[in-house]
């Protein structure tokens, strides 16, 4: 019965490599995100999507981008990896407008 | 499967109250449990806690671990309608993955 997951768990990958990572939610949410946590725990946004709208933050490259097949699929897609882009890539899912957010457990991705 | 529960699910104080807020988890592995305050979209950081006992201090919140009953306690002491937020609670088990609580919705009213 899980409400948010990700696939892969894990994921290593060389530099310049292109990856997606899946997210899927089972509790109707209307909006679903995509957060970067960096080695101090902090997490950062980098996209908000429901069926209206995509808010980027702009503050992400444009190597990553965001894909949702339906309403309860949000996969990230990362063209050129980078080293700086290893890190634990989290997706989350709540109703619009944003309440209580539901977070999957997280993908870590390696790049080498 | 890793499991966090954090109570209550909702709160309603008024400003000044102290406020406590609970998070009991099962993982395998445990590294670390983390607090978030969320606001908005983006949760914030607040707490990293890995040690039982030892209070972590921040202004009008602190946090303490007790891994032997498995459980953390966020407090606010005089609370103000800036707190008002849902505070998350977090559990980093062996593969640095998060397994995330419901989160505890509080609402502080003047």
């Known amino acids: 019965d899980t409400a948010v997951s990700q696939t892969p768990k894990y994921l290593v990958t060389q530099m310049g490599n292109d990856k997606s990572i899946k997210c899927e939610q089972n509790?109707?949410?209307?909006?679903m995100y995509w957060y970067k946590q960096d080695s101090k725990k902090f997490l950062k946004i980098m996209f908000s999507?429901?069926?209206?709208?995509?808010?980027i933050n702009e503050t992400v490259p444009n190597r990553f981008s965001p894909k949702s097949p339906d309403k309860a699929h949000l996969n990230l897609h990362i063209n050129s990896l980078e080293l700086g882009d290893s890190a634990v890539y989290f997706c989350?899912?709540?109703?619009?407008?944003?309440?209580?957010?539901?977070f999957g457990q997280g993908t870590r991705l390696t790049v080498v | 499967e890793d499991k966090v529960v954090q109570s209550p699910l909702s709160l309603v104080v008024h400003e000044g109250d102290t406020v406590t807020l609970n998070c009991s988890y099962e993982?395998?592995?445990?590294?670390?449990l983390l607090w978030y305050k969320q606001e908005k979209k983006a949760p914030t950081f607040l707490f990293m806690l890995?040690?039982?006992?030892i209070e972590k201090k921040s202004g009008r919140l602190s946090s303490i671990l007790d891994k032997k009953e498995l459980f953390s306690i966020l407090n606010i002491t005089a609370t103000q309608t800036g707190d008002s937020a849902i505070y998350l609670c977090?559990?980093?088990?062996?593969?640095?993955?998060?397994?995330f609580g419901k989160g505890t919705k509080l609402s502080v009213i003047p």
């Open positions: 993982v395998t592995n445990f590294r670390s």
């Open positions: 890995t040690s039982s006992g």
């Open positions: 999507y429901n069926n209206k709208e995509l808010i």
């Open positions: 509790l109707g949410h209307d909006t």
């Open positions: 977090a559990v980093e088990a062996g593969s640095y993955q998060l397994t």
């Open positions: 989350a899912s709540s109703q619009d407008p944003p309440d209580k957010a539901f």
